[in-house]
């Protein structure tokens, strides 16, 4: 872990865009998007993950409020930094004002590189669950019959989605979701949630997460950037509050004065509650300690080796076997529908959650 001063959150806020078009387009409460958008319109530069296809997932730098849309939702899979590092230096070096997000080891990591302090830098980190291999992801999407033959530059993922409900409401989905170019377009072709895909399972869990995620020193309250992000789960569920929305609701760690700063320059975009780091910590794990390293990983890596990851999967997650199972039994008793299926599922779910 580098020297560099970390800072205790001097603020903590739950916030939701007041703009529903920016709600139905971003993985939580659109802050990310918001903060990016007022950078650009200023001036600055944006960088963060995009997905190029499935397995050309990376950084990128944005300076067009147009392609922000390149680098909204989660990408629940290791980014490449790619030379971001090094135009990121060139965009400071020339006075402009830059906003580079990503997990806290890639922001130590720029911090590392640049090797001093720029008052023109802004740093907003991720609460990161951790990252599974992007071979995993690969092999994973490259098992479906529906893309076989399919270029690998046509085929893209969503490991986080949210549909519309009768209210005009979202609902946030998770598990992996594959797509396929055509032009313009792009054609769903395989939709599964996460406890019955065997990727987003073992994310979920832990036990497919790189070793180094495992003994993350970034995994704390104290944080390294000026802003850190991350979806404030529970709140108006377990947590008392009045802000609950299914579409999501982005929790925001205020840090140094910098990020006060820019916090203050765009809040009257927002809906925001002040609320206190103990409530969210409560569903967020890793703002004080990093997955623990699970007794089944050593066997799960040697059958993910030896005869891949969807097997190694049913063989060390007994949640996941036991799900599969079930909805396995019910379509050759009852036949049931695609929808009964992920109904089913869904329910599954529900009561692992309760």
């Known amino acids: 872990m580098n020297d560099y001063d970390l800072n205790a959150p001097a603020n903590v806020y739950a916030v939701v865009s007041k703009d529903r078009s920016i709600i139905k387009t971003t993985a939580s409460g659109g802050f990310s998007s918001v903060l990016a958008n007022h950078i650009i319109s200023h001036g600055g530069v944006v960088y963060g ?23 909204k939702n989660s990408k629940y899979v290791h980014s490449d930094i790619r030379l971001t590092y090094r135009e990121a230096k060139a965009d400071l070096d020339n006075g402009k004002e ?46 479906y019959p529906e893309v076989k033959n399919v270029p690998h530059e046509d085929i893209f993922v969503d490991f986080r989605w949210k549909e519309d409900l009768r209210s005009g409401y979202g609902c946030i989905r998770f598990g992996l979701r594959t ?51 991350a979806d404030f789960w529970g709140l108006g569920r377990d947590i008392n509050s009045e802000m609950f929305d299914l579409n999501g609701v982005s929790l925001i760690l205020v840090n140094t004065a910098k990020g006060i700063h820019y916090f203050n320059e765009i809040k ?23 997955f ?55 329910g599954l779910r529900l009561l692992h959650i309760l």
């Open 179 to 229: 797509a396929i170019r055509s032009g313009e377009h792009m054609r769903v072709v395989r939709q599964e949630n996460d406890t019955i895909n065997p990727y987003m399972r073992c994310f979920q869990t832990g036990i497919s997460l790189r070793e180094n995620c495992l003994q993350c020193p970034y995994a704390r309250k104290e944080r390294i950037s000026d802003i850190t992000a």
């Open 49 to 71: 993950c995009a997905e190029e296809n499935f397995e050309n997932i990376g950084h990128i730098r944005i300076d067009n409020t147009n392609n922000l849309d390149k680098i």
């Open 98 to 143: 830059v906003l580079f997000t990503g997990t806290p080891c890639q922001i130590s990591g720029l911090l590392g590189f640049l090797r001093k302090r720029y008052d023109n830098l802004l740093t907003m980190d991720l609460v990161c669950h951790g990252v599974p291999p992007m071979k995993m992801l690969r092999e994973q999407v490259l098992s």
């Open 292 to 346: 623990e390293r699970l007794k089944e990983r050593d066997r799960f890596l040697k059958i993910c080796r030896e005869k891949g990851l969807r097997t190694a999967a049913k063989a060390t997650d007994s949640v996941h076997r036991f799900e599969s199972n079930a909805i396995i039994q019910c379509l050759r008793k009852n036949r049931i529908s695609n929808f009964g299926v992920r109904c089913l599922s869904k």
């Open 268 to 290: 009257d975009a927002f809906d925001i509650q002040k609320r206190t780091f103990e409530e969210a910590k409560l569903h967020n794990r890793c703002l004080s300690q990093p």
